[in-house]
């Protein structure tokens, strides 16, 4: 049951902003707080039984490491090293471990395997969640919290599934601030503003984007210069609508029960180098690794030499949290390489403004690009870089980039396009067949990729859902255009599909 259901929609929305909003009304908050919670698991439970007793078994583990903590002060440093083991492991098992004997058998020689293990939905974000709580707590920087909070901020359901990562403080507070149960109707109206433009990032573009990025990533030994750059730049935008739509949706269902989570995206294609790029897109798992992975390592505190291998490091990590694969480590290192690139200061790009840039190794840079080119460049190699996120295996990836280069006539374009199937096609193309146009099909189709290209790059020049449910007045317009998002998302929900950060 994703946020992207009629059953979540018509039901479970509803029932649960009822629910929170009249017993909170009657100050009723602990029944309040159970009811979110048990909805929360429900939510869960909905993607499979098996999944709901691991987190719940997870989450009895790391309240009882915290309450040895508790009692015993002195196994604050034995309680953390047992609880970030805990957490690693079980995302180990479920994750890693068949990647792991798949190489270790490659390594040695013999035929070693596994049971196919089915990953549960989510456990990336809420197992690191849970070691930021428990890191943060033998180091004495969070308190033991009665379990219902501890519950109620692992399994909050709008972030749960794919994030945003929040800090246990920032959630736990304002589950205790009494103001925030309070309905306000203007806060309310912006988060169902963003959740529609959320929905709509997501059903309407996205999952149109994605026919033609699963055909295109298929078929790689097929592919031709101009559909390999369709695909990649049809693939850009899927990821980003998709994973910032459903933090969309998730900041909307928060907004509307009062709650706000943490900013996850910021506009991330308009940054103007790498390093710009990381800091506003996935934020949330950004800061997670800067401050348990990143800074216990030293961070930049330990020589120019260290502080390099300390970035590598972190996104190499980056990109095993997000898939046990070779292709998802040489994407983590590409990026992680053109992080160290920005930090050399070798190049610097000109922002028009008096900010102060510090360099690594060169106090001056030898060369300053306009901020154009700059935002030009980390665009196209975070392109470039997604070829290794998004293929099968290195076999596909590799053969993506030699395919690059195979100039023929695009004829194969038009069959990538055609997997761009929506009903809205289905007039132009009758009007064409009745005109006797040949090749009315491919016409058709390839001038709807075109045209979803065009919007999905033009959204990512505009200002990003937090900029416009922030400022947006609720006038006529907007109203109406809202409206024709939430009904056109609606109908299209009957061709759902998961969002892409399901998987991690």
Same mark, same amino acid.
């Given at each position: 049951m994703g946020f992207n259901s009629f059953k979540f929609i018509l039901l479970f929305l509803p029932l649960l902003l009822l629910g929170w909003n009249l017993l909170n009304n009657r100050r009723l908050y602990r029944a309040a707080d159970f009811f979110v919670i048990l909805m929360s698991l429900y939510y869960y439970y909905?993607?499979?039984?098996?999944?709901?007793?691991?987190?719940?078994?997870?989450i009895f583990v790391n309240y009882g490491l915290s309450f040895i903590v508790e009692k015993k002060r002195d196994l604050r440093k034995a309680v953390k090293v047992i609880g970030v083991l805990f957490n690693l492991s079980l995302l180990f098992y479920f994750k890693y471990l068949g990647f792991f004997v798949d190489n270790l058998s490659a390594i040695t020689g013999k035929a070693l395997s596994v049971q196919d293990i089915i990953m549960p939905i989510g456990i990336s974000f809420f197992t690191f969640g849970q070691i930021s709580f428990i890191v943060d707590r033998a180091n004495g920087e969070a308190p033991h919290y009665p379990l219902c909070q501890y519950a109620m901020y692992t399994v909050y359901f709008p972030k749960l599934i794919q994030g945003p990562i929040a800090f246990h403080k920032e959630m736990i507070d304002q589950f205790k601030d009494e103001a925030k149960r309070r309905f306000d109707s203007d806060t309310f109206a912006r988060g169902m503003m963003s959740f529609t433009?959320?929905?709509g990032k997501k059903v309407i573009l996205a999952d149109t984007l994605a026919g033609s990025v699963n055909y295109g990533f298929h078929y790689t030994y097929f592919m031709d210069t101009l559909t390999i750059i369709a695909v990649m730049l049809a693939y850009t935008f899927q990821i980003y609508l998709d994973f910032s739509g459903y933090c969309d949706m998730a900041n909307g269902v928060s907004m509307m029960l009062g709650i706000r989570l943490p900013d996850n995206f910021n506009s991330p294609y308009k940054a103007k180098s790498s390093k710009e790029l990381w800091q506003r897109w996935h934020m949330t798992l950004s800061r997670f690794f800067i401050k348990y992975v990143y800074i216990p390592l030293g961070g930049s505190r330990k020589g120019k030499i260290r502080t390099v291998l300390n970035v590598l490091i972190v996104f190499i990590i980056s990109g095993l949290w997000h898939g046990a694969g070779w292709t998802y480590i040489c994407w983590g290192f590409m990026q992680g390489l053109l992080v160290v690139w920005d930090d050399l200061g070798i190049v610097a790009v000109d922002y028009g403004d008096d900010r102060k840039r510090k360099?690594?190794?060169?106090?001056?840079? /030898?060369? !300053?690009?306009?901020?154009?080119?700059?935002?030009?460049? @980390?665009?196209?190699?975070?392109?470039?870089?997604?070829?290794?996120?998004?293929?099968?295996d290195m076999k596909y990836a590799i053969q993506m980039f030699k395919q690059f280069f195979f100039f023929t006539y695009p004829g194969f374009l038009y069959r990538t396009a055609s997997q761009m199937k929506i009903a809205e096609n289905y007039v132009p193309r009758q009007i064409l067949t009745m005109l006797h146009v040949q090749g009315g099909d491919?016409?058709?189709?390839?001038?709807?990729?075109?045209?979803? /290209?065009? !919007?999905?790059?033009f959204?990512?020049?505009?200002?990003? @859902?937090?900029?416009?449910?922030?400022?947006?007045d609720f006038g006529f317009k907007t109203v109406l255009g809202l409206s024709v998002i939430f009904v056109w998302s609606f109908i299209s929900l009957s061709d759902v599909s998961t969002f892409i950060y399901f998987q991690y």
């Open positions: 909905t993607f499979g039984a098996q999944f709901f007793w691991i987190l719940l078994f997870s433009i959320g929905l360099y690594l190794l060169r106090e001056k840079p /030898l060369f !300053v690009v306009p901020g154009y080119l700059g935002n030009a460049m @980390t665009f196209i190699m975070f392109v470039i870089s997604l070829v290794f996120f998004r293929s099968q491919d016409i058709v189709y390839l001038a709807t990729m075109i045209i979803f /290209l065009a !919007v999905s790059g959204i990512m020049t505009r200002k990003n @859902t937090k900029e416009i449910v922030e400022s947006t």
